[in-house]
Each structure stands twice: as C-alpha cells, then as structure tokens.
C-alpha cells in the first residue's frame, strides 16, 4: 500500500473512530436500529480501534518522511 493510501485510510479511520467515541453518534444509531443492549461493549471495540487507526496515521507520516528524507539524499 503506497504512503497516500496508507495516511488516507489512517485519518478517515481516526476521524471516524472519534466521532463514534466522543460524541452520541453510535449510541443513537444502535439505538435506533434496534441494538442497544450492544452499547455496554462498545468501549471494548472503540478505543482500542481508536488507538489502531492513530498509530496507523503516524506510521503513515513517518513513512511518508523517511521516503521525503531518501528523496532528498539521493537528490544531493
């Protein structure tokens, strides 16, 4: 998976995993549906998928500079 790719998944799964741990968003949603009695586990799944996909974000960034850094050296 190239470096874009990698950053995009990262920020949208951040942004995402965010939204669903912060705000009421999933709990009206599972409510709605029908599945509220799942809101009890949903700390289980959020944080750590919140945690996944900031990690994933900064490997991103960091492959996304040591290519910068590679370009730059051979470029010199």
Do not use: H
Not at 56 to 62: G, I, P, W
């Amino acid at each position: 998976m190239n470096n874009r790719k990698l950053l995009g998944v990262g920020i949208v799964g951040t942004v995402v995993a965010a939204l669903c741990c912060f705000t009421p968003l999933l709990v009206v949603l599972l409510a709605a549906v029908g599945l509220s009695t799942a809101l009890g586990w949903l700390d289980y799944v959020l944080f750590p998928a919140l945690a996944f996909f900031i990690g994933l974000t900064v490997y991103a960034v960091y492959r996304r500079w040591r290519a910068t850094e590679r370009a730059s050296e051979q470029g010199s």
